[in-house]
């Protein structure tokens, strides 16, 4: 049986030398947070009202610096004008859940082959550690990939 002072002297010996061994290794491995590949963070809010910097209009669009941005890899359901009541309340889902997503951590945006789109909103793919925030509104049936047109969603 191992008492006080011997488990004090063992706890100590096995600290030090973890401590030494990452230390001597050049410290702990970075994360990918820590490394930095997603440049941009901020906090968002929902948008109401004209000032608008970043925030959430709905599930694929927001503004972020002042900028508009339409999330060019999905379509979500209406809620300025929905053509049914489940047509809101998905959409307001989905608007809730990009908002989640975006505040979870940095991101990147992604250009794809047209810079805006026919209202002046700027045509980007959100993603993080390379996955679309997009995508993860499709897998969770909030979203839909783009299609070149919007759906009816009732």
Known sequence: MIRWPGFVAITLALCTALF???FLSG????????VGTDPYQASFGICFGRD????VVD????WFEGRKIRIADINTPE???PGCASEERLGQQ???RMQA????GSFSLKSIDRDQDQYGRDLRIITRDGES???ILVAEGLAERWQGYRRNWC
Not at 27 to 34: I, K, Y
Not at 59 to 62: A, C, E, N, R, V
């Open 20 to 22: 030494l061994a990452i």
């Open 27 to 34: 410290g702990p491995a970075p994360s990918s947070a820590a």
């Open 52 to 55: 608008r910097y970043s925030c």
């Open 59 to 62: 599930g694929d669009t927001i």
């Open 79 to 81: 809620i300025s004008k």
């Open 94 to 96: 989905a608007k809730i």
């Open 101 to 104: 997503l975006l505040n979870q």
């Open 133 to 135: 925030l997009g995508e």
